[in-house]
């Protein structure tokens, strides 16, 4: 009967023994409890995954042979997935985010729980599947450290660019939501927290992308005389159709947190372009609103928010043309603090633009240099040739905002020091010139301005040279492009009238 066993994974490839049983009982003839047995009694000629159970105490079984082949991964997924359970909840909302996620949102994502007894942590599923070779923790330009799937090496970069782009246009639009529920006294006006804030929001004990405490009466609690406050929570995903997949992680944990005693009534909420038939009604029969950017706030700012998407992976390769540039303040900027962000995201596509034209083709942004334990990341890299290295640290602020002098200090004692050192070490650059370069649209203080001078005048050029370009000379080198629409835009939402 051991042949039968080996037969089916030979078959069908690698298998949850529950699978396996239920073949013999169907085709065998056995009895459960004996199919199960025989299943366990194969040890030497199968192997068993390690770290990783299933409901039920079903194992994840399979040839020698087939170990890492495009079916085992593909199987551990399926089974992982179809089981539902808190591994597989974890992978679905990875693939649904293009199988690239921030280490931060993972904790959001998953829909696990931070802490809670009896449940595995983010923390706990992410080692476990790192543990098993499905996923790893990887460093990303533009994005920072990501969890991703171990079989997506070399694939990283290529989905960086749409990973990133969909993540600044979420930004915005969580500041939207921000603005729209203060605004509509949904919330306590101050107490709004996001997922871009130093610490994750909280509601009992899950991380959401967006949380604020209530205090409507249909939501609010008497405690022994006391007011105790309900809560909304609140994820996003925009990009693709979200489905059953990208929906039922977040239903796991509004769930869970119905269970909790000590968390007052909380509004629950997903934000995404488009549902899937079946993913919708599944968020309706579970009591969650499924929204959209436009039926929130209309379809200037939900064409707007898809707007940004598209000029953010197209400036990623090539220039932002400048009447694209204007449409999204035109449409965004009532959002408040979006004008801000945009401003200063698409400063970084501007200036990449201005130095593709005037200084080199050969533009990376924003390239990620290690020094041992140290890195920095660089806004934009231009390649001269074999003759030089130029690294350009963008601030897009308004013409009347001054740069903080902590951000500029980090920059100069920082960002340049570790940047020099792993060009250095760099195979292709090590004996090209190297110069940096700070260009700002806002105005820095004496001291930052000091800082520079004595810098400046303390380096070797033979090590490296620095620069420094505000406004008006930024302004110059647009002029040098000949690009009327580049200058015009420019000039209209960095410089003072």
């Not at 098993?132 to 660019?161: H, M, N, T």
């Not at 209530?214 to 609010?220: D, G, M």
Request: net charge positive.
């Amino acid at each position: 009967m051991s042949d039968a066993v080996l037969d089916y994974l030979s078959a069908h490839g690698p298998s949850l023994t529950s699978d396996v049983a239920q073949f013999l009982i169907d085709n065998h003839g056995l009895k459960p409890d004996a199919a199960r047995q025989r299943v366990s009694r194969t040890r030497t000629a199968v192997k068993r995954l390690a770290y990783i159970t299933f409901p039920r105490k079903a194992r994840f079984i399979y040839l020698q042979q087939q170990y890492g082949s495009p079916q085992y991964w593909e199987n551990l997924v399926e089974a992982l997935i179809r089981t539902r359970s808190a591994y597989g909840l974890a992978l679905e909302a990875i693939l649904q985010r293009g199988g690239l996620l921030p280490t931060k949102h993972f904790a959001i994502a998953c829909g696990a729980p931070m802490m809670q007894a009896r449940h595995l942590s983010p923390d706990t599923i992410f080692n476990r599947l790192k543990q098993a070779q499905l996923l790893d923790k990887v460093l990303v330009s533009g994005i920072g450290e990501c969890i991703v799937f171990s079989q997506y090496d070399g694939r990283y970069e290529s989905l960086a660019q749409d990973v990133r782009a969909r993540l600044i246009t979420e930004s915005v639009l969580l500041k939207a939501i921000s603005d729209w529920s203060r605004k509509l006294g949904l919330v306590s006006y101050e107490k709004v927290s996001t997922r871009d804030g130093e610490t994750l929001p909280r509601v009992g004990t899950f991380a959401w992308d967006l949380t604020a405490p209530s205090y409507l009466s249909f939501l609010t609690k008497g405690d022994d005389g006391k007011q105790k406050p309900g809560f909304l929570a609140c994820d996003i995903l925009l990009g693709e159709e979200v489905g059953v997949g990208g929906i039922r992680p977040f239903l796991q944990k509004c769930h869970s947190l119905r269970a909790l005693r000590n968390v007052g009534a909380t509004i629950q909420m997903f934000v995404a372009d488009s549902y899937s038939h079946d993913a919708f009604m599944l968020a309706k029969q579970n009591g969650i609103i499924a929204a959209t950017p436009g039926n929130l706030f209309g379809d200037e700012i939900a064409a707007g928010l898809k707007e940004l998407t598209s000029v953010l992976r197209q400036a990623a390769t090539s220039a932002i043309d400048p009447a694209r540039f204007d449409e999204l303040f035109s449409k965004l900027g009532k959002i408040e603090g979006a004008s801000t962000q945009l401003r200063g995201t698409l400063f970084e596509y501007l200036a990449a633009d201005i130095v593709r034209k005037t200084i080199s083709w050969d533009i990376k942004m924003n390239r990620i240099f290690k020094n041992d334990a140290k890195q920095a990341e660089v806004d934009v890299v231009a390649i001269n040739g074999n003759a030089s290295i130029h690294l350009f640290e963008c601030k897009g602020y308004s013409p009347f905002g001054e740069i903080p002098d902590n951000e500029f200090k980090r920059w100069l004692q920082h960002n340049v020091p570790t940047a020099f050192s792993a060009i250095k070490n760099h195979p292709d650059w090590k004996n090209l010139k190297v110069h940096f370069e700070f260009w700002a649209t806002g105005s820095l203080s004496a001291a930052a301005l000091e800082m520079f001078d004595v810098a400046k005048k303390t380096v070797k050029p033979s090590r490296y040279t620095l620069g420094l370009k505000l406004a008006p000379a930024i302004h110059a080198m647009c002029k040098e492009t000949n690009d009327k629409g580049l200058t015009t835009a420019f000039q209209k939402h960095y410089m003072k009238a």
